[in-house]
């Protein structure tokens, strides 16, 4: 199936620094609670996250990833997440997040 660029258009991928994270135990496969700051206009949202692999919560305080801002929101377990953090698999499957190369304002949108 192929996507055109209007398609591409629709998704609304931000960057956003992680300000919260903390240990999801009631998640089925082991994750992270997250909230990330978007800055002025989006605010800050709530994620969780798979990637307890590669991080941990207090590596990822700081950090700065991207992620899809305009999908409904999903509840997870006990936690509704509004956001969606992009990660990619490494050799073993395992979640390694998506970010800037440098440190960029926060609530940029990728193009």
Same mark, same amino acid.
């Given at each position: 199936? =192929? *996507?055109?660029?209007?398609?591409?258009?629709?998704?609304?991928?931000?960057? @956003? %620094?992680? &300000?919260? +994270?903390?240990?999801?135990?009631?998640?089925?496969?082991?994750?992270?609670?997250?909230?990330?700051?978007?800055?002025?206009?989006?605010?800050?949202?709530?994620? =969780? *996250?798979?990637?307890?692999?590669?991080?941990?919560?207090?590596?990822?305080? @700081? %950090?700065? &990833?991207? +992620?899809?801002?305009?999908?409904?929101?999903?509840?997870?377990?006990?936690?509704?997440?509004?956001?969606?953090?992009?990660?990619?698999?490494?050799?073993?499957?395992?979640?390694?997040?998506?970010?800037?190369?440098?440190?960029?304002?926060?609530? @940029? %949108?990728?193009?």
């Amino acid at each position: 199936m =192929s *996507a055109t660029f209007e398609d591409f258009q629709k998704l609304d991928i931000r960057v @956003g %620094r992680i &300000v919260e +994270a903390e240990p999801f135990p009631e998640a089925r496969k082991p994750a992270f609670k997250l909230r990330v700051d978007f800055g002025e206009g989006i605010g800050v949202k709530r994620s =969780s *996250a798979q990637i307890t692999a590669h991080y941990t919560p207090e590596g990822l305080i @700081g %950090r700065q &990833v991207l +992620a899809v801002v305009n999908f409904p929101p999903r509840q997870i377990g006990k936690v509704l997440s509004e956001v969606l953090v992009l990660g990619v698999p490494d050799d073993d499957g395992e979640v390694v997040l998506i970010g800037p190369g440098h440190e960029v304002p926060l609530g @940029g %949108r990728l193009y």
